[in-house]
């Protein structure tokens, strides 16, 4: 199963997070098909770049988004 899920970048205690498309068999900070977003908790105010487009089209074709990608592609404005 594909799914949307954050990868986890950055050094200790200051975590950066990428959002791609992954095949649920891979590990969490491992290999992934499409790099689709980023996000950043630790900058004032949060950084949140996702492309809408290609979250749109990769949920069309099954893709399945955790529950915290859910979260921030609600917070990008992507209704699904």
Known sequence: M???RLRRDGAKKA???TIVVAD???PADGRFIEKVG???PMSEPEE???DTEKVADWIKKGAKPTTTALALIKKAGLEI
């Open 2 to 4: 594909v799914k949307i």
């Open 38 to 40: 980023t996000y950043n």
């Open 48 to 50: 949140l770049k996702l």
């Open 15 to 17: 975590p950066y997070y």
């Open 24 to 26: 649920s068999r891979y």
